[in-house]
């Protein structure tokens, strides 16, 4: 069904847990993202990797930390997350940088307690 | 800063029928992009259709297409001959030309009646 995958489906946590969310994309894109999906709020674009270099980051607490080991991987490291961050977390790619089309993953279902 | 409302929180169509979904924006680009992404309760976001704004011409697919007006900043979906596996929540979705941002509007959630 899809070219990107996560990885947990669901995670639970505790604000003091740390715990890393996965994306894997197999369309050989170049780009990739992370969003959140929050249930009263639209999409809200996170971080932006290009051939693994950050190229954006919008203002998002450092309580989140992106990682892109290679053009395939993304990682979400989360620590002393608050209950506020309970969300759907959306990976995305694209072909390269500025492409017009994303193509998402079915996301993380994130609960914070 | 551009922003996306979708104005109807919820839809309901009847099987076979035809049901249009609206969007507007805001903008001061002249160039940008516009999408509709589909999001079944599977939650995989799915792109609809896609218009780019210098195209006059209304982009179709399929079953699915859009009323694109530009001096309006409205981009409505229509979808004809729905079908049972129409039934998602539907967000507009607006990208600048050159710029990494989406922004997307807070979603409709088409049901769809037997």
């Known amino acids: 069904e899809t070219g990107v995958t996560q990885t947990p489906r669901h995670l639970v946590m505790g604000m003091t847990n740390k715990k890393s969310l996965k994306c894997e994309q197999h369309l050989g894109h170049n780009a990739m993202y992370w969003y959140k999906q929050s249930a009263k709020k639209p999409l809200e674009l996170m971080f932006v990797y290009s051939l693994e270099e950050r190229v954006e980051n919008n203002s998002v607490p450092s309580r989140f930390s992106p990682e892109c080991p290679n053009s395939s991987h993304l990682f979400l490291h989360l620590h002393t997350l608050q209950p506020e961050d309970s969300a759907l977390y959306l990976c995305a790619s694209s072909l390269r940088i500025l492409a017009d089309t994303q193509y998402f993953g079915p996301g993380t279902r994130l609960t914070v307690l | 800063a551009q922003t996306v409302t979708q104005s109807q929180p919820e839809m309901s169509v009847q099987e076979a029928e035809t049901v249009t979904l609206s969007c507007t924006y805001d903008t001061s680009e002249s160039d940008y992009y516009l999408f509709w992404y589909k999001q079944p309760p599977s939650r995989q976001m799915i792109l609809v259709i896609r218009q780019e704004a210098y195209k006059q011409q209304n982009a179709t697919e399929n079953r699915f297409s859009v009323n694109f007006q530009k001096a309006a900043k409205s981009f409505s979906l229509k979808i004809s001959d729905s079908q049972l596996g129409d039934a998602a929540m539907y967000f507009c979705?607006?990208?600048?030309?050159?710029?990494?941002?989406?922004?997307f509007g807070a979603g409709t959630r088409l049901t769809v009646k037997p």
């Open positions: 979705a607006y990208r600048r030309l050159y710029n990494n941002d989406m922004r």
